[in-house]
Structure formats: structure tokens, C-alpha cells
């Protein structure tokens, strides 16, 4: 569905973001991205929807080449790829329903979203969108009034209804309480099966991403250095990935042993520490 062929991305300060980068993403996959800060996850995410411009190499969908598409095929293209951020990238002043709907704009005339005249269809996938997170009866709330995990499950329902056939997930968790990372993670998972979507989730946290991500590929320095089941992450490749450290604690994690997982906080300080 997804193929990346010999990916680079050097920004303008010269910095190479991205060197050498292949992977294929099967329709219904869903893969972790994880790596130390600055390995190029984001980078990495942003040039596949072309909010960075590549340097080098070529990214198809279901074999087309993004690179080769003009202002109208970008557009159309952009409507299968949804995209989650890591900080919501809603419209604060806006309803919960008028950010969904936003979600559309794609296939809304400009006119008519201009007016925000949406067809009944759309509003009615809204409405069963929001049920389906756990919205419900929240539509006319404004987004500044909602928790950082009610936020997530809007940023979840607004590219859901672009009926896409791949998401795009920044740091879905990072912003939120353990308990709650666990709920939106489990969400995204169920949503994608549900669907067949296919799905790269860039996630910090590497318990979560072993524990929910059936496959997961490791950046460090703007490199592929891991690329296999999520099972397979131990004491070794996490040294491959992030570089030396004591990994028996994430490890032991990662295999059920320690705290309950609602108690992760210093899990996370000591991996950024890591890092």
C-alpha cells in the first residue's frame, strides 16, 4: 500500500533528517515508529503527507508517486492519508462538530464549507464518529473546554472523517495521563482493525508502542536500524536503537513484570533521560 524507496530528507540547515529510508506498509498494517529525539520520526511522517518536501527518493501510495503529482493530485492524494497530531491541531474556538466537519473540507466545495453547508451524510457520520469514541452528546462543545483525551478522540474522529486509507499518528500519548495513553492507544488499534486501516504511529513511549503495536520499526540517526514484531524488541535492539543503557527495567516492562501499567510516569522520565 505504502512504499518508501530510499527516503532523505536534508533540511535547508543541512541537517540530514532522513538518509536511505525504505519501508513498505501492507493495507490493514499497523507499525510503531520509535527512536531517540532527532532520529527523524517526524520527519519521517511529514514527508509522506508532503508537509516537508523530500530531498531524495520516492514515497508511492497503492502505487502511485507522490512525487509526481501536481496541486490537484496532492489534494486528492491528501484525502486518503488522515493525519492525528501529537497536539490536536483543532480550532479552539470552534465546536466539536464544526472540527469534524472540518475533516471534509477535501471533498466540500469552497463555497460551501466556507458557509459550513455539509451534506447529511457527513453530519450524520459525525455524529456516529463521535458515539464511536465516546463523544456522544459533546457535539456542541467548544474544543477549549475539552480534556487533553477528549481532544485526542476529536483529533481521532476528524481524520476518520476523511475516510482515509492511512493514518498518520504524531505522538498520539505524549501530552496525556498513563491511564489515559492507554485508552486513546487501544482506540486507535480497535478503530484500525475495524476499518482496515493501515497506520504508522510515531510514539515515544516504548512500552506502549511493544504492548499495542504488533510491529515496530526503529530510527536513530535518520536510519532504518530495527524493522521486525513488536515481541522481538529487547535489551539488544533497544541498545541498536537508542544506544547504551541499562534497558532491564523498560524490559522487564515490556514483558509484564513491575508496576501496574497505570503507573508509568518515572518509566517515561527515565527513557527521556535515556535519550
Not at 512525487?67 to 486528492?76: D, E, H, M, V
Not at 453530519?123 to 464511536?132: G, H, S
Request: hydrophobic share 40%; proline share 3%; with cysteine.
Amino acid at each position: 500500500m505504502l512504499e518508501l524507496r530510499n527516503l532523505e530528507k536534508r533540511y535547508t540547515t543541512g541537517d540530514l533528517a532522513l538518509k536511505d529510508v525504505n519501508l513498505r506498509v501492507g493495507a490493514g498494517e499497523v507499525l510503531g515508529l520509535i527512536g531517540p529525539s532527532g532520529a527523524g520520526k517526524s520527519s519521517l511522517i511529514r514527508c509522506v503527507n508532503r508537509l516537508v518536501q523530500p530531498s531524495a527518493g520516492s514515497i508511492a501510495l497503492d502505487g502511485q508517486d507522490l512525487g509526481a503529482l501536481g496541486a490537484s493530485g496532492l489534494r486528492r492524494v491528501r484525502r486518503q492519508i488522515g493525519m492525528i497530531f501529537q497536539e490536536y491541531a483543532l480550532v479552539e474556538r470552534l465546536t466539536v462538530m464544526e472540527n469534524l466537519l472540518s475533516g471534509r473540507l477535501g471533498y466540500t466545495g469552497f463555497w460551501a464549507s466556507w458557509f459550513r453547508r455539509f451534506e447529511g451524510q457527513d453530519i450524520a457520520q459525525a455524529y456516529e464518529l463521535l458515539e464511536r469514541v465516546g463523544l456522544s452528546g459533546m457535539e456542541n462543545k467548544r474544543a477549549d473546554a475539552l480534556s487533553g483525551g477528549q481532544r485526542q478522540r476529536v483529533g481521532i474522529a476528524r481524520a476518520l472523517m476523511q475516510s482515509p486509507k492511512l493514518l498518520l499518528v504524531d505522538e498520539p500519548t505524549a501530552s496525556l495521563d498513563p491511564k489515559t495513553s492507554r485508552q486513546i492507544m487501544r482506540l486507535i488499534l480497535e478503530l484500525c482493525q475495524e476499518r482496515g486501516l493501515a497506520a504508522i504511529v510515531n510514539i515515544h513511549d516504548v512500552v506502549l508502542a511493544t504492548e499495542f503495536l504488533p510491529r515496530i520499526v526503529g530510527l536513530r540517526a535518520g536510519s532504518v536500524v530495527f524493522d521486525g514484531p513488536s515481541s522481538e524488541v529487547d535489551q539488544a535492539v533497544l541498545t541498536r536503537i537508542y544506544g547504551d543503557e541499562d534497558w532491564t527495567a523498560i524490559t522487564n516492562r515490556m514483558h509484564g513484570q513491575g508496576k501496574p501499567a497505570d503507573h508509568e510516569d518515572d518509566l517515561g522520565l527515565a527513557l527521556a533521560a535515556a535519550t
